[in-house]
């Protein structure tokens, strides 16, 4: 029951996800004026706070029978009840969470005037997990696959040969690798749910744009994004063996490995839809401009633009979170590649620097007294309640000690500096500056910095609490002062005082005492 319960949750999970990420992305494109409208009932609206409870009701009962289902031997009858309750609550913090902020005449518009469009979506988020777990499903046989395992295998072997490696291989178990680093190439390994994938977001996408698209001409975007996909999979294999023989196995096997592929097929994707804005793959009616966006459209193409505030206070932490979800495939225990997440946010900051001017960074004593605060709640715990575990924060403090001096060092400047510049301005600008306002009224930039409603402060700062994971009772309590900070006069600039010199507090800590596991 407890396997089942997951698959099941893995499932439903992938199915959402993916669905609605295909109904926005082919929708806003195919029904720009639809989704334009959509977002002016979103903007008009306040949020429904009866509803958003209800989904964190709903949120607890999935994390209470998930827990029971993993942790928890319950009987067939009750692992049946306990099933039963983890879809209808996933189904009703699905429902709420939406309908908190979307209003249902909105939906229902959207929805008519889309058509089919989110069955197709639907079908597609079904098919996308079928085609990862295909072999698993359906047993499919050893022949079948191994077809696909020789070219991948030779292929493998070749490149490593032409790179000037030396090739070991063992044909019986379908390893290879090299005198040092080997992998064992199995099903996962073929490329065959990446091209299963793409064949199926290919082909959904050219059938939801199929009368701006020139047939047959267009098909040949499939079997070229197959080619592509089964090519990048080698070049992975390789890359991964690479850095396994490089004396670095776990970033090999604990990073690189489960997110390349990933990596790949996202790039493959949005290839094939730029490659169909081709106008050798359009239709003549769409490539002479028939199809060509109304007047409305400019509204969701400039939500992405310099002048949209919803963009300048988020899009810095949304840096931070996309920038740690590549350099995690070149990492296992040590982020090294952690100062590109400073380099990102600080090019982020660049582009919206006029806008940033507009607020007031000004701060005073307060902010850096409540920063003092924070730090020391935020070491309560271990120093007076529960000491750490001694092997607690080993791995990264080893990782550092066998880094060169300079490259320690080095590391340890960004690592300051993210904590202490970078983090604070992206996560005040997105909690304080964005989530508190926003909650208090639709038009946040008309909310002042001072002004806040219970509801708001408490919400805001439990958001940000959660994103702490086992310190969320922690992080509560830092949003609450960090708001508190900002609120008291209306400068943003006391919040982020107020989260550097926590930060900068707790990295000295770190520091003098090898807490690394703070980190």
């Known amino acids: 029951m407890n396997l089942r319960a997951r698959v099941g949750a893995s499932f439903v999970f992938q199915w959402i996800v993916v669905g609605l990420a295909i109904f926005v992305i082919a929708g806003a494109l195919k029904y720009p004026d639809a989704f334009s409208d959509c977002l002016r009932d979103l903007a008009a609206m306040r949020v429904n706070f009866a509803l958003l409870t209800v989904h964190a009701a709903a949120l607890g009962v999935v994390i209470g029978s998930t827990w029971l289902l993993i942790h928890?031997?319950?009987?067939?009858?009750?692992?049946?009840?306990?099933?039963?309750?983890?879809?209808?609550?996933?189904?009703?913090?699905?429902?709420?969470?939406?309908?908190?902020?979307?209003?249902?005449?909105?939906?229902?518009?959207?929805?008519?005037?889309?058509?089919?469009?989110?069955?197709?979506?639907?079908?597609?988020?079904?098919?996308?997990?079928?085609?990862?777990?295909?072999?698993?499903?359906?047993?499919?046989?050893?022949?079948?696959?191994?077809?696909?395992?020789?070219?991948?295998?030779?292929?493998?072997k070749g490149l490593l040969m032409l790179l000037g490696h030396s090739v070991r291989t063992d044909i019986d178990h379908w390893q290879i690798g090299t005198e040092n680093f080997r992998v064992q190439i199995g099903y996962g390994c073929t490329g065959m749910e990446g091209i299963s994938l793409i064949l199926v977001f290919g082909a959904a996408w050219l059938f939801f744009f199929r009368e701006e698209m020139r047939f047959p001409r267009s098909l040949l975007l499939l079997p070229a994004s197959v080619v592509l996909i089964y090519l990048l999979n080698t070049v992975r294999l390789v890359a991964l063996i690479l850095i396994g023989d490089a004396g670095a196995p776990k970033i090999a096997v604990g990073g690189f490995h489960s997110s390349a592929g990933w990596i790949f097929f996202t790039c493959v994707a949005l290839g094939l839809v730029q490659a169909t804005q081709?106008?050798?793959?359009?239709?003549?009616?769409?490539?002479?401009?028939?199809?060509?966006?109304?007047?409305?459209?400019?509204?969701?193409?400039?939500?992405?633009?310099?002048?949209?505030?919803?963009?300048?206070?988020?899009?810095?932490?949304?840096?931070?979170?996309?920038?740690?979800?590549?350099?995690?495939?070149?990492?296992?225990?040590?982020?090294?590649?952690?100062?590109?997440?400073?380099l990102a946010v600080g090019a982020v900051l660049w582009t919206y620097r006029r806008r940033y001017r507009e607020l007031d960074w000004r701060f005073g004593p307060l902010g850096v007294i409540l920063g003092a605060i924070v730090f020391a709640i935020w070491i309560a715990r271990d120093v007076t309640f529960r000491a750490p575990p001694a092997d607690a924060g080993h791995a990264l403090g080893a990782a550092l000690a066998a880094l060169a001096p300079g490259r320690r060092w080095l590391w340890m400047i960004f690592r300051v500096t993210g904590a202490t510049i970078t983090v604070p301005i992206a996560e005040e600008l997105a909690f304080r500056g964005y989530a508190l306002r926003r909650l208090q009224s639709a038009d946040f930039e008309r909310v002042g910095f001072r002004r806040y409603t219970w509801v708001a402060l408490g919400a805001s700062s439990l958001i940000f609490g959660l994103t702490h994971g086992d310190r969320w009772v922690e992080g509560t309590l830092a949003g609450l002062l960090f708001a508190a900070a900002m609120l008291r006069r209306g400068r943003i600039g006391e919040a982020v005082a107020a989260h550097a010199t926590a930060n900068a507090l707790l990295a000295t800590w770190v520091i003098a005492k090898n807490a690394w596991y703070l980190w």
């Open 72 to 156: 928890g031997e319950p009987g067939f009858a009750a692992g049946v009840a306990l099933m039963f309750a983890w879809y209808a609550a996933v189904a009703g913090a699905a429902v709420c969470g939406v309908l908190a902020f979307l209003p249902f005449s909105a939906i229902r518009t959207l929805l008519q005037r889309t058509g089919w469009l989110w069955l197709y979506a639907s079908a597609v988020g079904a098919l996308s997990d079928w085609a990862v777990h295909a072999k698993t499903s359906l047993d499919v046989d050893a022949t079948i696959w191994l077809t696909g395992l020789h070219p991948t295998f030779a292929m493998v």
């Open 278 to 342: 081709s106008r050798w793959l359009r239709s003549e009616v769409a490539a002479a401009g028939g199809y060509a966006p109304s007047p409305e459209t400019s509204n969701v193409s400039a939500a992405f633009g310099a002048d949209n505030s919803t963009a300048v206070f988020l899009v810095p932490l949304l840096a931070i979170l996309a920038v740690s979800i590549l350099t995690r495939a070149a990492s296992a225990d040590f982020d090294w590649l952690y100062p590109l997440r400073v």
